[in-house]
């Protein structure tokens, strides 16, 4: 089934494997799609696309910026972008994750990766103005 979503959604990976399968399996269900490397290259997507409207990222990253860190900044200077980290080495709960962010263990499916883009996507289109 695919969807319209015009809106892009950032896709942060260092593994090359895993950012394919995640960034394919959104593809084909209809999602516009951004991916980076790392926390640095994300930044430098941010800065330059202001219609990304959900960042998926790993926790465990290469450089100064891990993918708390990223979720952390994405919150302070994009506070409309909804917020989704993932990892395979750390547990969380959603409540760890910066603005209403979501917590998705790897290894997940791209069932329940569209599930919670979904939700979180649902959530900032209820949410009020300027929030």
Not at 16 to 21: A, C, E, L, T
Not at 22 to 46: F, K, M, N, P
Not at 85 to 112: C, Q, W
């Amino acid at each position: 089934m695919s969807h319209d979503h015009p809106l892009p959604v950032l896709v942060v990976e260092d593994e090359i494997f895993i950012r394919m399968v995640a960034v394919d399996s959104l593809e084909d269900r209809g999602y516009s799609i951004l991916e980076a490397a790392d926390a640095e290259e994300a930044i430098a997507l941010l800065e330059t696309n202001s219609a990304i409207s959900l960042l998926f990222t790993d926790i465990n990253m290469p450089g100064d910026t891990d993918g708390l860190g990223l979720a952390a900044e994405v919150a302070r200077r994009w506070p409309h972008i909804e917020i989704i980290v993932t990892s395979g080495a750390v547990n969380m709960v959603d409540d760890d994750i910066p603005d209403s962010g979501r917590f998705l263990p790897k290894p997940y499916t791209a069932e329940n990766l569209e599930r919670l883009i979904q939700e979180q996507l649902t959530h900032a289109s209820d949410r009020p103005a300027g929030k």
